[in-house]
């Protein structure tokens, strides 16, 4: 059968870290023309809930999973491509149905294994800013086949994977390019912001409008403070281009919450500097300055009660499938 255009609108390791057919149409790309494979439209209506996994958070590897049920994307490749694999398989998903990859920026801890993973599954894009791939190749010993699987993307230039618009933007970090990314699906939009030392307003402008939100709460400065890290190793942490500490992540939390945020995961917690219980209980309490009640994620009968669910994700372990339904009121997408 032809092909249909379709078109749309809008266009190793951290240094300061722990130590350690039937044939379908087709959508452009908008920045290269590269194809990326979308599903066949269909009659029947949208599924509208959006699912998220994380497979691992921190410097020992970082990844996770976003979609719908018509396709998503992977955030990161820190994580072996064979345990990615399995996780999606584990959880009932499609891998064919996972167009791209995403990557934050180039330390070894989030890229490590994307490669592997393109070259397993060669439906699969990477999409990053042309900063970021020339750091990967320039840092860590990939093969420059990579470059065949690259579709550039500019920060702040929406661009759209299956059912979610997608739009980079600019956080502080000391890999060659950095960023967040804002996953809109519908009116409801997953955010994640990770190794960033503090958040300039572009950021806060996308974090702010989250309605399930990934944010990096790294360390606990009496933990760092009285650790074993040489001084200029701490001191490097605590910059603009390092990593957010509980309190300020926390204080920030407090800053933008409004009553559409419903899940707050706190990401890329230290081993060595901070502990899931001192993340956890620094953000709760800050949040019930609010006077909100605050979940623990674990769909519990209290939980269901609670204004927002907040949770540490773990460092080795795969959470299991979030499921995020529609709010009271949305509009349904498609």
Not at 4 to 27: A, H, N, Y
Not at 176 to 188: A, I, P, Q, T, V
Request: glycine share 6%; aromatic share 8%; hydrophobic share 35%.
């Amino acid at each position: 059968m032809a092909k249909k255009r379709i078109s749309f609108e809008g266009l190793g390791r951290l240094p300061f870290e722990e130590w350690e057919l039937d044939e379908i149409p087709v959508q452009r790309n908008v920045y290269s023309h590269v194809e990326v494979p979308q599903e066949k439209k269909s009659e029947e209506p949208i599924d509208q809930r959006l699912y998220y996994i994380s497979f691992g958070s921190g410097s020992s590897g970082n990844s996770s999973y976003v979609g719908t049920n018509r396709g998503g994307v992977i955030i990161d490749a820190g994580i072996k491509a064979d345990e990615i694999e399995v996780k999606i398989k584990d959880n009932g998903l499609d891998i064919k149905k996972i167009y791209g990859v995403l990557l934050t920026h180039d330390h070894s801890d989030h890229v490590k294994y994307v490669y592997t993973l393109v070259k397993n599954n060669r439906h699969m894009k990477i999409y990053c800013t042309n900063r970021v791939m020339n750091g990967i190749l320039r840092r860590h010993g990939i093969s420059k086949r990579i470059k065949d699987y690259h579709i550039p993307i500019f920060k702040e230039i929406p661009f759209k994977i299956a059912d979610l618009e997608i739009t980079a933007f600019e956080v502080p970090h000391d890999g060659s390019d950095n960023m967040g990314f804002s996953l809109s699906f519908g009116e409801r939009n997953f955010v994640l912001a990770t190794d960033m030392g503090n958040v300039y307003d572009r950021a806060r402008h996308y974090i702010s409008k989250a309605d399930h939100l990934v944010i990096e709460s790294n360390y606990d400065l009496r933990m760092l403070t009285n650790g074993n890290y040489p001084e200029f190793l701490k001191a490097r942490i605590q910059t603009d281009i390092g990593h957010m500490d509980n309190e300020k992540t926390a204080e920030f939390l407090k800053e933008i919450y409004t009553p559409r945020l419903k899940h707050i995961f706190l990401c890329h917690l230290s081993k060595d500097n901070n502990t899931p219980e001192k993340a956890l209980e620094t953000v709760r309490e800050k949040l019930k300055e609010l006077g909100i009640k605050i979940g623990s994620a674990m769909e519990t009968l209290e939980d269901r009660k609670a204004d927002v669910q907040l949770m540490a994700l773990p460092r080795y372990e795969s959470t299991r499938l979030f499921v995020f339904r529609p709010q009271e009121g949305e509009k349904p997408q498609g």
